[in-house]
């Protein structure tokens, strides 16, 4: 039985077995004190070993960090500070921990615990970033679900460049003095995927209401708090869905995804608001129930030029918002998450829709207080001569995307969707704030440890 299970069941039980590390141990006259936790729930449980008990005699290696099986009852505790406790009839100690274990009992800088990934999770912090983490991949595929979207499996080996940044990673078994392309493994240049988008639009114009769910690579060389070089993103897609449409789904999903959060992870908010951010709960309890807030760039850049903050990248229409005017639109100004939309056409993808103006396209930005943008998406260009003189002025091969352009030749409806940063969400849900400290593995410049 798992701890979490254990200390649910709010009742004695006669014939248990618990199994974990040891945080702590306490040897007192006849008798001694584990505190042990599985990594089911922050909790630890105590469990009192009486010497002579079958496995006692091993007690000794029972120190910090070791590995322990436990037989015996789960018995009303006499102490203070919990409920209940394991009255141990047998101990193996299954594995032993010298004392360079490097977790001891005070508590430890998420830096240092970064240097050792592999150990982190044992940690209580680690431990509740990593159960709210499933939490929310599973709250992700339930709203969907809920809903009748269909779950796509986009590739992850590539030949395209969706956001036309060109910041890939190549894919290649050719080594460093070959340089004939065609004799590479798949007979042309690939890459690693920074977008599931375009597959999944095509998905979008046969069945409908789609999403992707999956690990995206960047090797954009921005070392920040809030980059990444591989994270997974969320990508839904929705055939017959305009703008609008693509920003209430936005929306909806951000404060569906908070309302699970808080119902289901209880005890490791707890623990994010007390340690991590002190203003936590109130935050996300006010940002899951009011209406976000919906601007258009050309509203957010008056509001920008009219601010008396001055700002590193001073603002004028035309320029991508930096991180800092996107937080101080929500931090400041605002003071909740906000959707800005219709942004200059020059600044966006060739695949958004160009509106009526012939200035902007139809893009849109979703930014949350702490993080700034968390969430970008658009309605997709479905004319198909606009997409092909879009595809001319980014320079875009006609040819390697004839595939993505048929999907305006043969019956194209307007379709629409968007990217939320499965990391940067859980930066939000939790406090965190370092993506470094929400991916079980970072991998970001420099670094690719583990
Ligand atoms: O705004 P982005 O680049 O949009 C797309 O990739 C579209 N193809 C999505 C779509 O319309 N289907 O990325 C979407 C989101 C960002 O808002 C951000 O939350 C996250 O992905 N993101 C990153 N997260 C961590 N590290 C990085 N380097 C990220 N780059 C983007
Ligand atoms: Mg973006």
């Given at each position: 039985m798992t701890i979490k299970e254990a200390l649910a069941s709010n009742k004695p039980i006669d014939d248990i077995t618990i199994c974990g590390w040891v945080r702590t141990r306490r040897d007192s006259k006849g008798f001694s004190f584990l505190s042990i936790n599985?990594?089911?729930?922050l909790a630890n449980i105590q469990a009192i070993i009486d010497d002579?008990?079958?496995?006692?005699?091993?007690?000794?290696?029972?120190?910090?960090g070791s590995s322990v099986k436990l037989k015996g009852q789960l018995v009303e505790s006499?102490?203070?500070?919990?409920s209940f406790e394991i009255k141990a009839l047998e101990i193996e100690v299954t594995g032993s921990a010298d004392d360079?274990?490097?977790?001891?009992?005070k508590g430890h800088s998420p830096e240092f615990l970064r240097e050792i990934a592999h150990l982190r999770p044992r940690s209580n912090l680690f431990g509740c970033v990593f159960r709210t983490r499933s939490r929310l991949a599973y709250a992700i595929h339930q709203f969907f679900q809920e809903k009748g979207f269909v779950y796509v499996h986009t590739?992850?080996?590539?030949?395209?460049?969706?956001?036309?940044?060109?910041?890939m990673f190549r894919v290649t078994?050719?080594?460093?003095?070959?340089?004939?392309?065609?004799?590479?493994f798949f007979g042309k240049p690939t890459y690693l995927t920074v977008s599931g988008q375009l597959e999944v639009e095509t998905f979008a114009c046969a069945l409908s209401n789609v999403y992707t769910f999956g690990p995206t690579f960047r090797a954009e060389n921005s070392n920040t708090t809030?980059?990444?070089?591989e994270f997974w993103m969320i990508e839904p897609e929705m055939a017959y869905c305009n703008l609008e449409g693509d920003m209430d789904l936005a929306e909806e999903m951000i404060q569906y995804l908070i309302t699970d959060t808080l119902e289901n992870c209880a005890e490791d908010l707890d623990l994010f608001g007390k340690f991590?951010?002190?203003g936590l709960m109130e935050r996300l309890h006010s940002v899951s129930s009011q209406a976000f807030q919906r601007i258009s760039y050309t509203e957010a850049v008056k509001i920008l030029e009219g601010a008396e903050m001055k700002f590193e990248y001073p603002v004028e229409w035309g320029m991508n918002l930096q991180t800092e005017h996107e937080r101080f639109l929500t931090e400041?100004?605002?003071k909740s998450p906000v959707t800005v939309h219709d942004?200059?056409?020059?600044?966006?993808?060739?695949y958004m829709r160009v509106n009526d103006?012939?200035?902007?396209?139809a893009a849109m930005d979703l930014l949350v207080p702490g993080?700034?943008?968390i969430i970008g998406g658009s309605q997709r260009e479905e004319r198909l001569d606009v997409l092909i003189k879009n595809m001319e002025n980014h320079n875009i091969s006609r040819e390697d995307y004839s595939w993505y352009s048929d999907l305006r030749k043969y019956g194209t409806v307007p379709h629409s969707g968007f990217g939320l940063g499965f990391e940067r969400m859980l930066m939000f849900v939790?406090?965190?704030?370092?993506?470094r400290d929400v991916i079980p593995f970072p991998r970001t410049p420099g670094s690719a440890d583990f």
């Open positions: 599985d990594g089911s729930c002579g008990i079958p496995g006692s005699e091993s007690i000794s290696m029972a120190t910090t006499p102490g203070k500070g919990q360079t274990y490097p977790l001891q009992k590739p992850i080996i590539t030949a395209s460049d969706c956001e036309g940044a060109g910041e078994t050719l080594d460093g003095n070959e340089t004939d392309k065609e004799n590479d809030r980059h990444a070089s991590v951010d002190k400041e100004h605002f942004y200059p056409k020059s600044i966006k993808p060739f103006d012939g200035k902007t396209s993080i700034g943008e939790t406090g965190v704030a370092n993506i």
